[in-house]
């Protein structure tokens, strides 16, 4: 029998949709594929080399010696080399060996679609079929409405290799175990969704998987694909959407990836001035080239697919929007209007999504862009890009500013807080705490608050329930929610000893609550993207370093009155201004005992005063704990 037998998975409309940027399901034919053909079991490989002079696989079961088994490229010109090796099945490790037609250049290449790659430092791919019997149908049906932009949201970034370690054995948690403690942590906490930081194969752990080699294969770090696979099933059956971070913005330079692949520029852009990142010492992605782009929608759609998952946080959005991005004069060439955008990334950002919603519309997708780009997250229809969703940088950076500050000098810093909702419903926002404010000498979160022990757990707390009380949904990085106190390390496991301590275990019991509290609270996720669900009560007291608000849902007996108070001195009698008559009630007081506040300042059963205040008809006074917030809504 032949060692490698002519047979195809793909018909011509295959081709005709690839070669034109409209193939969104690559993965069912490209890669490696578990067959029987003419009674004979084996796998099917297929390729895209179209600089190839000749294409072989080399793995275990040839002793890695080129030419034992080459393929067959294809006669209609699409670049596509395929054959069917008989006798090689689940499990068999193999590389594609690609001789050029440029100066007969050789590569040696894993997969670009392989379902599994071996463990790094090793680079192969493994021939591999995950078989998984998915149990959450329940969620899968019902998910549409908690993933829609009018539902709460609130997330928990996780970096899989640091967030917890089994002490005995020295290691971190496999995709098995964390379906277990992973998935109850969450649940317990309160969170509606988790968002995994790249879990997609690299081979180099300091880039905390965002430099990609194995794009449809999750990191074999923590298991095998089917494992990977019932971590997410978990995370549904027990009401928990999974969100995974996505990165088509660059690759690294490896010589088992995608650079240089065919002994051509195939993958990234030939010009060295829109192909080459000098950030990150990696390869942008030829968006302009129909292929590469069918390559990466495919892999958008691979994940939403094959691994339920409810979103992709897209990351750095903004370097591919620029063609000037981190570049100097002279390191970039403007487009063909004399502009800095980069029309072939927008192009396929906005197909992107298109194929996306079109495809899942009960999915999210998020992007994480610094700029002011116009209507990130405003439908392609409309001239947007289409994400669901865009990470609020500024707020991010001036909050952080802000509460960095002694509270003495905060009232001449009033707008560094009151700006953000200038331009909070030009987009729809998502409120990041992420990884990278946690490191490279930023501190921990809880490391940027001043003052002694008390004043920072206060600041903390008050920052975290300012940030759950804004529009816009919420994330939090892993360790922030009990109050890590060093900086991230991707190596070692969070501080959970710190757990010991009243003062930890009380912010943790806050972000427990307070998600409580925004999960139960229709006036908190309702209108959240909306000016119709925020009103300002006063943002003018400076001097006392006050802010009151309203936030606003379906119905206005449901909406919520929120004062914080910036400075550690407390506020008692301090009269707000409110639209109705009648009697408050308080709902959220960061300053009770459980949290490790002083609760010494609780608010009991408030009447409404037929008082004149603040431009409105009513008002009544309330006490603001000091370096607190507290949350009312009205009673009868």
């Not at 908190?524 to 007291?541: H, M, P, R, T």
């Not at 408050?584 to 009991?604: H, I, M, P, R, W």
Request: net charge negative.
């Amino acid at each position: 029998m032949a060692k490698v037998i002519p047979h195809s998975l793909f018909t011509d409309f295959d081709i005709d949709l690839f070669k034109g940027g409209k193939h969104y399901k690559l993965y069912e034919k490209f890669g490696s594929h578990i067959l029987t053909v003419d009674g004979v079991e084996g796998t099917y490989f297929a390729v895209w080399a179209p600089s190839a002079k000749a294409v072989s696989v080399i793995g275990d079961f040839n002793y890695w010696i080129e030419g034992e088994h080459p393929l067959n490229v294809r006669w209609d010109e699409s670049g596509i080399w395929e054959g069917f090796i008989p006798n090689v099945g689940k499990g068999s490790i193999y590389k594609y060996k690609i001789q050029s037609h440029h100066n007969d250049i050789k590569t040696e290449k894993a997969d670009p679609y392989a379902r599994r790659c071996e463990h790094p430092p090793k680079t192969a791919s493994i021939v591999w079929d995950s078989n998984h019997n998915w149990k959450d149908s329940k969620w899968m049906t019902s998910r549409k409405k908690h993933n829609a932009i009018d539902a709460p949201f609130s997330v928990y970034e996780v970096h899989l290799g640091s967030w917890k370690k089994h002490v005995e054995e020295g290691r971190f948690l496999s995709y098995e175990e964390m379906a277990d403690e992973l998935v109850n942590y969450v649940k317990d906490m309160n969170f509606t969704h988790v968002e995994f930081m790249p879990v997609m194969e690299y081979p180099y752990d300091p880039s905390w998987g965002y430099q990609l080699t194995g794009y449809f294969a999750p990191t074999s770090r923590f298991g095998y694909p089917e494992e990977f696979k019932l971590l997410v099933d978990a995370f549904h059956q027990n009401g928990i959407g999974v969100i995974l971070d996505w990165v088509p913005s660059h690759f690294p330079e490896d010589a088992h990836g995608l650079g240089f692949f065919d002994g051509s520029h195939l993958y990234e852009h030939p010009d060295k001035r829109k192909g080459y990142h000098p950030d990150w010492k990696s390869l942008i992605f030829n968006y302009g080239r129909n292929e590469v782009k069918s390559f990466l929608i495919s892999n958008a759609i691979f994940w939403l697919d094959q691994y339920h998952v409810d979103g992709l946080r897209v990351d750095a959005v903004a370097s591919m929007l620029f063609l000037d991005y981190s570049r100097d004069d002279g390191e970039w060439e403007p487009n063909q209007f004399g502009g800095r955008e980069n029309l072939e990334a927008i192009a396929f950002m906005k197909e992107m999504n298109e194929a996306v919603y079109s495809n899942f519309p009960d999915v999210q997708t998020i992007a994480e862009e610094s700029t002011s780009f116009p209507m990130v997250s405003k439908p392609t229809y409309l001239g947007g890009l289409g994400f669901g969703m865009k990470w609020m940088m500024g707020w991010m950076h001036d909050t952080l500013q802000y509460f960095a500050k002694e509270p003495i000098y905060r009232k001449h810093h009033q707008n560094d807080l009151t700006f953000s909702m200038t331009y909070a419903f030009t987009e729809n926002f998502m409120l990041p705490l992420s990884h990278d404010e946690v490191v490279y000498g930023k501190h921990s979160i809880l490391g940027r608050m001043p003052g002694d022990e008390w004043q920072g757990f206060a600041n903390l707390r008050l920052l975290y329930s300012y940030m759950f009380t804004h529009p816009g949904t919420n994330l939090l990085f892993q360790g922030a929610e009990f109050g890590q106190s060093e900086e991230w390390d991707f190596q070692n496991s969070l501080d959970w000893h710190l757990l010991e301590y009243d003062v930890h275990k009380g912010v943790q019991a806050l972000i427990r609550d307070l998600n409580k509290l925004y999960k139960t609270e229709p006036a908190l996720y309702e209108k959240q993207f909306s000016a119709d669900g925020f009103e300002w009560i006063d943002y003018n007291d400076a001097e006392n370093s006050v802010l009151v608000y309203i936030r606003k849902g379906k119905k206005p007996e449901e909406d919520i009155i929120v004062a914080c108070n910036m400075t550690p001195i407390p506020r008692d009698n301090y009269r707000i201004g409110l639209p109705q008559e009648g009697k408050l009630k308080e709902v959220f007081n960061s300053d009770l005992k459980k949290y490790a506040g002083t609760g010494d300042y609780k608010n009991k059963s408030i009447s409404i005063e037929n008082l004149e205040w603040q431009f409105r008809n009513f008002s009544a006074e309330i006490i603001i704990p000091p370096l607190g917030m507290v949350a009312f809504k009205y009673t009868k």
